[in-house]
T-cell receptor, first 113, second 114 residues
Framework: GESVGLHLPTLSVQEGDNSIINCAYS??????FIWYKQESGKGPQFIID?????DKRQGQRVTVLLNKTVKHLSLQIAATQPGDSAVYFC????????????FGKGTMLLVSP | EAGVTQFPSHSVIEKGQTVTLRCDPI?????LYWYRRVMGKEIKFLLH????????ESGMPNNRFLAERTGGTYSTLKVQPAELEDSGVYFC????????????FGQGTRLTVV
């Protein structure tokens, strides 16, 4: 599969820890944001999304925070598990009615047992 | 329901050759997108089809790349002639019509130009 980890920032955590992955987005006009998880040899998989009229959204074990003032997104994963090891991308899009995405650079999360 | 499927999963070709990548979107998804990830960099948008029409091809790097979606079903992305810098993983995604509908990605085609 693809070597997704080259040249990527890496976050290494122990199983059970909470993880926080950060992302700076580029377009102040973007109003819809998504976090994707990409495992080696697979395509990006949707984790959670948030619209610009919100600053926090929670899912199962994941929380996304949005700070529009500084154009910053974060993904918090509670009780991180080895299966969470992957590359995480944030993506932004305009409220155009379509899903054309602009991706961030990605962060590799490594979870040790 | 089958997901987005891409073929081949991996292709190794020589510089100057032609390669055609195929994407079968989820049935009923009018929107089809091509993206590319060059080694170590972010995933970048290439183009977007709505049914058989090109809605946005602003991300296509140059005229060596040709995408088609005849009949509004599967899509092909041809690279001719391939250059070394075309190496990377090419992802296809599809989504239903509607505002900010979720895009489902295929597993990608890893293209290596040598």
């Amino acid at each position: 599969g693809e070597s997704v980890g080259l040249h990527l920032p890496t976050l290494s955590v122990q199983e059970g820890d909470n993880s926080i992955i950060n992302c700076a987005y580029s377009n102040s006009a973007s109003d819809y944001f998504i976090w994707y998880k990409q495992e080696s040899g697979k395509g990006p998989q949707f984790i959670i999304d948030i619209r610009s009229n919100m600053d926090k959204r929670q899912g199962q074990r994941v929380t996304v925070l949005l700070n529009k003032t500084v154009k910053h997104l974060s993904l918090q994963i509670a009780a991180t598990q080895p299966g969470d090891s992957a590359v995480y991308f944030c993506a932004e899009t305009l409220n155009s009615g379509y899903s054309t995405l602009t991706f961030g650079k990605g962060t590799m999360l490594l979870v040790s047992p | 329901e089958a997901g987005v499927t891409q073929f081949p999963s991996h292709s190794v070709i020589e510089k100057g050759q032609t390669v055609t990548l195929r994407c079968d979107p989820i049935s009923g998804h009018d929107n089809l997108y091509w993206y590319r990830r060059v080694m170590g960099k972010e995933i970048k948008f290439l183009l977007h089809f709505v049914k058989e029409s090109k809605q946005d091809e602003s991300g296509m790097p140059n005229n060596r790349f040709l995408a088609e979606r005849t009949g509004g079903t599967y899509s092909t992305l041809k690279v001719q002639p391939a250059e070394l810098e075309d190496s990377g993983v090419y992802f296809c995604a599809s989504s239903r019509t509607g505002r900010n509908t979720e895009a489902f990605f295929g597993q990608g085609t890893r293209l290596t130009v040598v």
